[in-house]
């Protein structure tokens, strides 16, 4: 009986091992989570489709799962982080900082295309704009994305205050619409004089049959901005943590993988993920939107409320 009894033991400890071993974090039971900024207006079929390939990839180099899914806001995808409700986070760069300050998102890797990891945004116009410089759009009115976004809201703000305009004093209306394409579309309509947007999202506006890119005009163009990073949540235990670092790494390089899933912002091809970006990387937006305090992005969401009510 008692010989029986160890069996029974031993037969119980191995099968709740088992168990165990499956439920861990990455595994077909437990993936991980992912979430992706709206970018392009957030559809399923849009930017989850630009990162899908590249998650399935490293599921078939590293054997780690995934769930992939876009947020409805870049608000709410920070959220998600800091609620733990998601695991690895796509973000802006000015979303990433918020969501790091928080101390809920860790670093994970940065997109590099030709050995660079920046992007650019643009202030862009109608092409029969009589706009020559910055300075023309006194008085006139801008479309921004969501006040997350970096290259949609910040940088445009940023283009503006390099050039000596003062959005509130000096712009008759701002809109702001959530996202690049939405921005683009609204001065593709008339809405308003001017559009900040990445020049990425505005290539695949393009690419997707959405803009014309000869109504278009570009007025101005940001300094660099950090690739949109991948970053994962703070609370993972850290041995997932390494893996996904070493997956995210390796995974241009590994067997059966092709080129075209290594891919990221607007679905474009990138070289690899690079994982041993540092936090400096990111000190040049910190610079550059250290004007965008509290009570002046208070006062920029008032002046958008307003044109919006009027």
Partial sequence: MRILSIIVFLLLTAMFAFTAHTQEVGSPQKP?????????GGTEDGTKADFQPLFDAITRSSDLHFTVSTGQSYASVIEAMCAGLTDV???GPASYIEARDRGCAQLLAVEERNGASTYYAGLFIAADSDASSVFDLSG??????????????????????DEGLDPLKDLSALRITGSHTNSLLALKNGLVDAAGASFVSFERAVNQGSLDPRAFRVLAKSQPIPNPPIAMNTALPADIKAKLKRAMANVHEAEGIGPAAIRGYGGKRVDRYNTEAGEAL?????????????????????????AQRG
């Fill in 282 to 306: 990111f000190d040049s937006v910190i610079s550059a939107t250290s004007f965008l305090d509290d009570d002046y992005m208070a006062a920029i969401l008032r002046k958008a409320d307003a």
């Fill in 32 to 40: 991980l989570r992912v979430m992706l900024i709206p970018a392009d």
């Fill in 140 to 161: 006139g009115s801008l479309a921004l994305g969501s006040s997350h976004s970096a290259s949609s809201f910040a940088y445009p703000l940023v283009m503006l205050r």
């Fill in 89 to 91: 986070v796509w973000y």
